[in-house]
């Protein structure tokens, strides 16, 4: 096992540009996605699991505006559940159309890889919030590319920008190193405003991760220093930072992530 997982990391190693990144998403498969990360262990709303964590962090961090948008949607949700009921428009956002497809089943016909009743029922035990009120205020689907100096188009958003942005898992697995992933954090700075928020969750000491059977997608390896600096660099002032080390039962092969953070700093 080991022995493989150093031959994956020694392939992952090799690609080094964005366009081979790109090429690398072609293979991604939601449904295998979801089910990695979004069932039980990882999301046991009994327990103490990664995603009650999350759910939890960004249910404190939002604060009210009036437009929300999520760079690097993927097929998931749970990022916008306690931001629908603080923000008056939510815009989704992902690179690859069969993301964007899974997104707009769920918002159109109720549709879903996996169901995301849990999800809801957490939340709205914090704080009251229901489907219905997401898919009201869902306004896009939008393809973003945060390489992009201006990653998504412009039409979308008044030009002082959005008042808050959620980014989950998305930079570090989508920059071929340290470099592009503050380029990347730069970059989607462009659509938001002075003065507004940006809730970033991301990856440590992650150097890969299984985007469909035998995929192996690279990860830039961050740790909790070139975060801090990362936002710094960017025009940030960081508000709160959290973390959330992995214990043994979340760790289960589809990645080698050690710990998750949850980032909200404010842009200058």
């Known amino acids: 096992m080991e022995r493989d997982r150093e031959i994956h990391r020694m392939k992952l190693e090799k690609l080094k540009t964005v366009a081979s990144m790109k090429a690398c998403y072609q293979g991604f498969d939601p449904v295998a996605y ?26 404190k ?25 603080r923000f008056d428009r939510v815009i989704l956002s992902d690179f690859l159309e069969v993301n964007r497809k899974v997104l707009q089943s ?3 016909e109720g549709k879903s890889s996996i169901d995301w009743t849990a999800y809801f029922k957490y939340v709205c035990e914090l704080e009251g919030q229901k489907a219905t009120r997401l898919r009201s205020v869902v306004s896009d689907v939008l393809p ?45 700075s462009s ?23 035998g995929l192996y997608i690279p990860v830039v390896p961050l740790d909790e220093s070139q975060v801090c600096a990362s936002l710094k ?34 842009k200058s």
């Open 233 to 266: 660099a960017s025009g940030y002032e960081l508000l709160q930072l959290c973390i959330y080390h992995l214990p043994p039962d979340m760790k289960v092969g589809v990645d080698d992530v050690t710990a998750v953070f949850f980032a909200k700093a404010k």
């Open 61 to 85: 961090a939002f604060t009210e505006g009036d437009i929300l948008v999520d760079v690097g949607s993927g097929p998931t949700l749970y990022q916008v559940m306690s931001g629908c009921e």
């Open 106 to 108: 769920w918002l159109q």
């Open 34 to 59: 979801l089910h990695y990360n979004y069932t039980p262990p990882r999301a046991d709303f009994e327990g103490r699991s990664i995603v009650p964590w999350k759910l939890s962090c960004l249910h």
């Open 191 to 213: 659509l938001l405003k002075k003065g507004g928020y940006l809730l970033l969750i991301g990856a440590l000491g992650e150097s890969f991760y299984m985007g469909a059977p």
């Open 144 to 188: 973003v590319d945060v390489h992009q100096s201006f990653p998504l188009s412009p039409e979308f958003l008044p030009p002082s920008g959005a008042d808050c942005l959620v980014s989950s898992f998305c930079l570090e697995s989508v920059s071929h190193d340290l470099l592009s992933f503050n380029h990347a954090l730069g970059h989607i």
